[in-house]
């Protein structure tokens, strides 16, 4: 009787944190990792609304009036927020095989960026008699980097905008090149005696002039400048439509599909967004485990 043939050799995955095989680190990574689950995607909702309020309370305490009458508030629900996101990180730490491959990852310093500078404040209070302190917790708005994480448009948008760079890039040369020419043009238009001193300061006035800023501390005056000038205004409104225009033709040639993304993952190479009927994995090729929907 013939043996059966071996089964042929896996492709190499990808570099991955590792998936836990079994009891409690198994559950707790398919809560914190996994958002094709009812509980995965509940965690993953919470954590959302849990960074947007952590931020928005540090642009309040930077209000001076907000923080002279609820600073202490403010300081209990930082130190809330803190708590929080410091047993997510160690949470994720201690459900993968490979902690410090996540912690030297960007999710994983971001993760650590978000608690950080908390401590630090705490640990040297020195450093609270000067303003360098204040930059320190600037560093806090870090946290809204970590929804990406967890918000499946955004990896659309990064495709179309990828995909849109070398035409972006034509075009912001092509721009460069207008206002270059249109500066130098005014320059020996206008001159020094109308507010156009060099060619840089006229290039300057140039470009505001096309993005339609308009700061009004250097106008023409002559006929012919104000000729110019309103040509690069109408020119401007073009220019801000063509940007858009590569982008939104960009998610039109994806042709993205109109039914719900999934953050359906694989377990072995952790790769996310594979459709609902696929079997195999598009990364490593590895067999996906069965796609069970919230209504399932």
Do not use: N
Not at 168 to 186: S, W
């Amino acid at each position: 009787m013939t043996a059966p043939a071996a089964p042929p050799p896996r492709p190499a995955a990808p570099v991955d944190f590792g998936r836990p095989g079994m009891g409690w680190r198994l559950r707790l990574y398919t809560v914190i990792f996994e958002a094709d689950t009812r509980a995965g995607r509940s965690f993953d909702l919470a954590l959302i609304g849990a960074i947007l309020v952590s931020v928005l309370v540090v642009m309040l305490d930077s209000v001076a009036s907000l923080h002279a009458s609820h600073g202490p508030l403010f300081t209990f629900l930082e130190w809330t927020f803190t708590l929080i996101f410091t047993a997510e990180y160690l949470a994720r730490l201690a459900c993968v095989r490979r902690p410090m491959r996540y912690a030297r990852s960007f999710y994983g310093v971001v993760d650590l960026l978000a608690v950080l500078p908390t401590y630090l404040a705490m640990l040297v209070p020195g450093l609270s008699a000067l303003i360098d302190v204040r930059v320190l917790r600037l560093l806090r708005v870090f946290r809204i980097l970590k929804l990406p994480a967890y918000v499946a448009e955004f990896s659309a948008l990064g495709q179309a905008l990828a995909a849109s760079r070398r035409k972006i890039t034509v075009f912001v040369g092509f721009v460069m090149l207008v206002v270059l020419v249109m500066g130098t043009l005014m320059y020996v238009v206008e001159g020094p005696e109308h507010g156009f001193t060099s060619i840089p300061v006229s290039v300057y006035w140039a470009i505001t002039t096309m993005t339609t800023v308009g700061f009004g501390d250097i106008t023409p005056k002559t006929d012919l400048g104000r000729l110019i000038a309103s040509a690069m205004m109408l020119m401007g409104w073009g220019t801000l439509a063509v940007p858009t225009g590569i982008v939104s033709a960009e998610f039109a040639v994806q042709r993205m599909p109109l039914r719900e993304p999934t953050t359906r993952s694989c377990h072995e190479c952790l790769s996310e967004g594979h459709l609902p009927s696929a079997r195999f994995c598009r990364d490593c090729g590895s067999a996906l485990p069965p796609w069970q929907h919230d209504g399932a």
